[in-house]
């Protein structure tokens, strides 16, 4: 699976962007998909996760009434709508899909995409 994300940007904060991964080589209806985000200096972290067929999704607590992950299994793109942003939202983010394990951690993902800068200024 090839995972290409995109809709990074520079915003202030309290604005909106939507992220959005998608897929070729292979059907996204079969993985779990979901989102990390690295910050300068920091460790990569969870963002989001969202079951194969879309029916739970599952988010840090950082960004929890704020982002909402989605997927559309027929465009093979799974997106991140992102909300009322704030400055430590800014990061490199990526997505990437699993065919099983904790949403939670990283190195149970199986392929990632090449990460969308996200800025968000005061």
């Known amino acids: 699976v090839q995972l290409q994300a995109s809709g990074g940007g520079l915003v202030q904060a309290g604005d909106s962007l939507r992220l959005s991964c998608a897929a070729s080589?292979?059907?996204?209806?079969?993985?779990?998909m979901g989102w990390f985000r690295q910050a300068p200096g920091k460790e990569r972290e969870f963002v989001a996760a969202?079951?194969?067929?879309?029916?739970?999704?599952y988010y840090a607590d950082s960004v929890k009434g704020r982002f909402t992950i989605s997927r559309d299994n027929a465009k093979n793109t799974v997106y991140l709508q992102m909300n009322s942003l704030k400055p430590e939202d800014t990061a490199v983010y990526y997505c990437?899909?699993?065919?099983?394990?904790?949403?939670?951690?990283?190195?149970?993902?199986?392929?990632w995409g090449q990460g969308t800068l996200v800025t968000v200024s005061s």
């Open positions: 990437a899909a699993q065919s099983g394990g904790s949403y939670y951690l990283d190195l149970l993902y199986d392929y």
């Open positions: 969202i079951s194969w067929s879309g029916g739970s999704t």
């Open positions: 080589g292979r059907t996204l209806s079969n993985y779990a």
